[in-house]
T-cell receptor, first 114, second 116 residues
Framework: SAVISQKPSRDICQRGTSLTIQCQVD?????MFWYRQQPGQSLTLIAT?????????ESGFVIDKFPISRPNLTFSTLTVSNMSPEDSSIYLC???????????FGPGTRLTVL | AQKITQTQPGMFVQEKEAVTLDCTYD???????LFWYKQPSSGEMIFLIY??????QNATEGRYSLNFQKARKSANLVISASQLGDSAMYFC?????????????FGTGTLLAVQP
């Protein structure tokens, strides 16, 4: 498996501000993903973070709202921009290792927007 | 379109008993994988078990086993000898390997409460 860390683990933010979440993995991974879990809901894929190029976003998510970077194989960031209370969620980084079917998740970032 | 269905919003089980969490799926792909995750109240997603569509044997990992019935498109999770620490939300997920995005999609989850 992979050891995945996320920072911050939680934050409380004001409406209209932005927050950048970092994801660090201890091994080189083939694919990195960002998920959102709204309160009481299941997980929804935001985007696939591509190394050195623009992320691939799912329907309903746009780059202006959720810019993503992945400068190398082990690190990615997700920014939640111009936040509103509806952005209050757990944001999870997820990875797949080369040659493995399993997909692992980071500990999540619990975001509350006031 | 791919879909995961978990019909049990919540389940109770007595400590030390076995429990089955239901999961059905829908996909037109022949090659796919099925996953179960545990999410305690802390929010982390813990990988439990994986079953490939071409695996002939049901997957097992310690107290977890996956009852895979391909013709019925079901992939139920069986937890044997339940423990208080098993109380959590459980998600079934699927990834189809034939599609362009190859992404993991989730069911709505089942909240399991283990009673002493």
């Amino acid at each position: 498996s992979a050891v995945i860390s996320q920072k911050p683990s939680r934050d409380i933010c004001q409406r209209g501000t932005s927050l950048t979440i970092q994801c660090q993995v201890d091994s080189q991974v083939t694919m990195m993903f960002w998920y959102r879990q709204q309160p009481g809901q299941s997980l929804t894929l935001i985007a696939t973070a591509n190394q050195g190029s623009e992320a691939t976003y799912e329907s309903g998510f746009v780059i202006d709202k959720f810019p993503i970077s992945r400068p190398n194989l082990t690190f990615s960031t997700l920014t939640v921009s111009n936040m509103s209370p509806e952005d209050s969620s757990i944001y999870l980084c997820s990875v797949r290792l080369a040659g493995y079917n399993e997909q692992f998740f980071g500990p999540g970032t619990r975001l509350t927007v006031l | 379109a791919q879909k995961i269905t978990q019909t049990q919003p919540g389940m109770f089980v007595q400590e030390k008993e076995a429990v089955t969490l239901d999961c059905t799926y829908d996909t037109s792909d022949q090659s796919y994988g099925l996953f179960w995750y545990k999410q305690p109240s802390s929010g982390e997603m813990i990988f439990l078990i994986y079953q490939g569509s071409y695996d002939e044997q049901n997957a097992t990992e310690g107290r977890y086993s996956l009852n895979f019935q391909k013709a019925r498109k079901s992939a139920n999770l069986v937890i044997s000898a339940s423990q208080l620490g098993d109380s959590a939300m459980y998600f079934c997920a699927m990834r189809a390997y034939g599609g362009a995005t190859n992404k993991l999609i989730f069911g709505t989850g089942t909240l399991l409460a283990v009673q002493p």
